[in-house]
């Protein structure tokens, strides 16, 4: 079943973006001080009921500083300070000043871990069976500084480097090790990714295998192969319990070889306890009978259940019953 997805690296600037509208509403604090201080200069020129080209100048010059001379960085923000163009500090968390139009900040970088989603489309394991992978990577920028003065775009640089070390290791690994060893694949790419990106400042912490995908043709078929397994297998344990049981058989009837009484008592035993059920009838073979002498048995039965049936009938006509 496909599922519709963001690309990783549009999702990554999206909230590359969001970050930086948060980062921004510090700024008004800026525009309040300069708005007071733009206010007080020309009350003041109000006052003096003159125009004093000094005070001016000094308001000028105290509204700039409140816009450029300092900023507010985030608690889990490091802001990475350019002087005339060249590295010169982090700064950060909270208040921290600079020299207007000599300082500038190139970028604020979140040093808090980070989830980013990615996955792989179609791609073909080691068997050459097509699989879309999804995942997720638990990243964090450690160094501030690197990640800025090394890579271009970091965002970006995570959002290809995952989706090319997960496909270059699905094509390491066949269908059956995706979907029985996620852990050790994991593990396998968060070292891949981690000695790429840690030059940058970046550290990746952990990668989780979150779904493997095949073709519904080839789930299809794999749900065959393996009902196909149960069955052999349920044959065998058939198999295997006729075979105990025909075992215990033979170990029964040790005791009853070459020893024809014990084979007797055991058959008229039989006998007696199918003939306890009423209208049961039973078909022994001739030989058994005379073995056992079971035809002058059956006789001997008869002639008495013979006699009990006369005596009912010649009951005197006088004698009530």
């Known amino acids: 079943m496909t599922?519709?997805?963001?690309?990783?690296?549009?999702?990554?600037?999206?909230?590359?973006?969001?970050?930086?509208m948060k980062r921004a509403s510090t700024f008004m604090l800026n525009v309040v001080l300069a708005l007071v201080v733009g206010?007080?200069?020309?009350?003041?020129?109000?006052?003096?009921?003159a125009f004093n080209p000094w005070i001016t100048a000094g308001g000028v010059l105290a509204v700039l500083a409140c816009l450029l001379g300092f900023r507010v960085a985030l608690q889990w923000d490091r802001a990475v300070v350019l002087r005339l163009g060249r590295f010169h500090a982090l700064k950060g968390p909270g208040f921290f000043e600079m020299i207007p139009f000599i300082d500038s900040v190139a970028r604020y970088v979140d040093m808090r871990i980070r989830a980013t989603e990615f996955f792989s489309e179609d791609t073909l394991?080691?068997?050459t069976v097509p699989v879309r992978v999804d995942a997720i990577c638990f990243w964090m920028a450690w160094d501030a500084k690197k990640a800025v003065c090394e890579v271009d775009n970091y965002y970006r640089a995570i959002a290809l480097s995952t989706q090319t070390a997960l496909r270059d290791t699905i094509g390491t690994h066949t269908l059956e090790d995706m979907l029985t060893q996620r852990e050790a694949l994991g593990k396998a790419l968060q070292e891949t990714l981690d000695r790429k990106?840690?030059?940058?400042?970046?550290?990746?912490?952990?990668?989780?295998?979150?779904?493997?995908?095949?073709?519904?043709?080839?789930?299809?078929?794999?749900?065959?192969?393996?009902?196909?397994?149960?069955?052999?297998?349920?044959?065998?344990?058939?198999?295997?319990?006729?075979?105990?049981?025909?075992?215990?058989?033979?170990?029964?009837?040790?005791?009853?070889?070459n020893n024809p009484v014990a084979v007797h008592l055991r058959a008229m035993n039989m006998l007696y306890e199918g003939l306890k059920e009423k209208g049961s009838i039973i078909i022994v073979p001739s030989s058994a009978v005379e073995t056992m002498n079971l035809g002058a048995i059956g006789g001997v039965a008869a002639l008495g259940q013979g006699k009990e049936e006369d005596g009912v009938n010649h009951t005197p006509a006088g004698r009530s019953t």
């Open 3 to 20: 599922k519709n997805k963001l690309d990783t690296e549009v999702a990554l600037e999206k909230e590359h973006a969001a970050r930086e």
């Open 39 to 49: 206010v007080l200069t020309t009350l003041s020129q109000v006052l003096l009921n």
């Open 125 to 127: 394991t080691r068997d």
């Open 197 to 257: 990106t840690n030059p940058w400042g970046i550290t990746v912490q952990s990668v989780e295998i979150r779904d493997v995908t095949i073709p519904e043709n080839l789930q299809n078929a794999m749900s065959k192969q393996a009902q196909a397994e149960r069955e052999r297998q349920a044959r065998i344990i058939l198999g295997t319990a006729e075979t105990e049981i025909a075992s215990k058989f033979v170990e029964a009837a040790l005791p009853y070889q």
